[in-house]
């Protein structure tokens, strides 16, 4: 049905004074995230919360009138989970920025609101440390990664966000408002509904409260950074690495990131190199030294042009910082088509090159960067969106990525979400009975369909 | 509806030779799981499977027929999840034990009926570690540890049975075979189903498949051993430790469970203190013994009567099989109500002290032992069955234990499942909202309530 002008008044006046925004200049900055979704229309309305209650009394409105909301956390998703859709009222969650940190419990009750940067310096405060950490840590929010079940570089050694979150305070689509978990480290009460709700993308409720679970803060991290002649050399290092310790990063650069990286930073990496490694160990005291001489030894193993490292956290830091600079380097080569596919860690090999084959059928450039000691990769594949063809070759190649990726017994998306611009590829991932299954709990969750329609289903 | 002699035909016709079993000596003995469900009934039959479509089978027909279906591991839950209901036909999954360790991928893909202790050195094998420990690991099932989401000792530091089941393969309850997840260390495509059926308690499905992440070896420990003359200086001490470092192990045994695994073990533990701490550090190398430096100091600045240390791995062995032993040891002085309360780690005085009062008051025996750094406690309730009086004091203080526990912001059950023994008190933890939520859940999943019912709901 189409919201006429006086049922959006009624949501207007039922919110505190500007809450609700329908000035089409504001609009326009809500109409998309990151992915810049090219299908992504203008919303009715952006809703602007402070308070669960507000959120509530959206939910309920949009269940009158059967009106779809749009989730929408800090927008820089990448995979078009925020795209608002034709008759939507977005709800942003940029105004809810609440934080307590309990140092003794070792919990930190967060509003999504907060960017994950502001979580883990309030932790930090406390001597304490919040572990997710995506690459855009700086602008991302922790509601927005709460939703995607967001990952980052030191997942390899620390887990993801769902290992983190305790507790949720969820608006379901009727507007019910439940608590979910709690502060308890071990809970097994009732089924694991706090697993459920982080990784769904919006489309379940809108989390209102995190409950997330703070560690002692982390040790100064020794570092590594090792040029490879090859992909597989590299990747072989991965292997031998993961085997036997737990690094507290592990990515990896191929040469056109690396290229892209040092055109921007100049900071001296090996532009010859085709295969770039980041290695990091916060194993306390000496034990970090034996851990990077042990990663280091698996370098020169595997054929190691250069194996750099170093004991200095600053020093180390500038390498890690460079590899979260990657995408915004291959960004300014052109417009880009960020991926996210992940393989079981002994296809990383095959998925590079497969990649790499791609790219050289499709005529178009993909960069790879990888969170390589989770087999998590981002090609990144770089068009002159004003050039009409390679635009399409680079879609085919995004397409073509992900097949391959299935093809190695692999994901679509290892960290970024299902979103609108994956989810034409995610039955060939679950398989039908599977996609059933989740357009069961959908239904049972979410009715109307007004939660994010047309996100992963 | 009754189902006829004919019908039960039909199932073990449609099944291998020797599969059904309705012989009632062997039926007997399925009747029930280490909780000794007084409501427990002689089920219809028994199913012992050795495949997945053999499982498919018996849920096609319990789906034509409206069966009740019982899952069930090994039989050594603590909650009566397991407990056979009238009509039912109870599906163990003892004879799937086929198990697969692939040491590149660092996976095992194990079958449900292997126990816990054999995945844990089947992986060995390969020099990894399948870190979940329940104190029954040697005759557990990962089945049964997957349904329930099993804890344990080492979970303080390396976390509970969700962080490592990478994916399941599941029966759902009308008998479609899905897989739910892979080989990938990290992956957001779709719903986070695979998490929502660990700790299903078979409510939702029955796993027939598990594919579980597995780390390098656990290098050895170090132990620390320390006596309170109160469980306040214990539990300050936890405070203080696990504030400041991330022990492999912290574990709390009060006088009477001392007292009982003295009686039993006779290795010397002191039966004057009030209160037990066993500690342990897995750091690397010299760390260890730092590690049990700090936390030595941290029990004598809480005033310890008395800190042992010992870097032989054997001898801290025996101090945490001697916790482990806690449960058989009090299980001596006479039939068991087995608690599994969790509060948040700030709440542990009051509850271990809120424990003993209703000890007192009911005039029954209470031993406590906890997994201290999960604020997870086992309150042991010690009862004559043949004294109809005290039984039911015992029940009583059951109930009030869990009471207390919710009063402390805590949780029913940390590890253990809520079962059948549990349900009363859940809605009181979960609250009405999440339990309709619930119900939700699982009646889009099992339409006909015809798994495990009874359980959680």
Known sequence: MTVTD???????????????VTDPDILVSYRQDWARDPDAVLPLAVARPTTTEEVQVVMRWATEHRVPVIPRGAGSGLSGGA?????????????????????????????????NAEVKAAAAE????????????????????????????????YGVTTDYVLALRVVLADGTDVRLGGPRLKDVAGLSLTKLFVGSEGTLGIVTEATL??????????????????????????LAITRTLRPSMLEFMDR???????????????????????????????????????????????????????????????FAAARRFAIPAVERLGSLLLEDVGVPLPKLPALVEGIAAISRERDVMVAVIAHAGDGNTHPLIVFDPEDAAMAERAHLAFGEIMDLALSLGGTITGEHGVGRLKKAWLPDQLGEDVMELTQRIKNALDPLGILNPGAIL
């Not at 006086?6 to 609700?20: E, F, H, K, R, Y």
């Not at 855009?136 to 939703?147: L, Q, T």
């Open 83 to 115: 795209t608002a859709v034709a008759g939507c009222v977005v709800v942003s969650t940029e105004r809810m920025r609440r934080i307590e940190v309990d140092p003794v419990t070792r919990i930190a009750v967060v509003e999504p609101g907060l960017l």
């Open 213 to 238: 679970r703070l560690i002692p803060a982390q040790p100064p991290s020794s570092t590594l950074v090792a040029s490879f002649a090859s992909v597989q050399a590299a990747a072989d290092t991965v």
């Open 126 to 157: 406390h001597g304490l440390w919040y572990p997710p950490d995506p690459s855009s840590f700086e602008m991302c929010s922790i509601g927005g990664n709460v939703a995607t079940n967001a990952g980052g570089l030191c997942c390899v050694k």
């Open 6 to 20: 006086d049922v959006l008044a009624t949501l207007a006046a039922a919110l505190p004074q500007g809450c609700l």
């Open 256 to 318: 056109t990131s690396i290229g892209a990286v040092e055109d921007a930073l100049k900071m001296g990496l090996d532009r010859t190199a085709e295969a770039m490694l980041i290695a990091r160990s916060d194993a306390p005291g000496a034990i970090a030294a034996e851990e990077i001489s042990v990663m280091a030894d698996a370098c020169t193993a595997s054929g190691a042009s250069e194996v750099f490292t170093t004991d200095d956290p600053d020093e180390g830091e500038a």
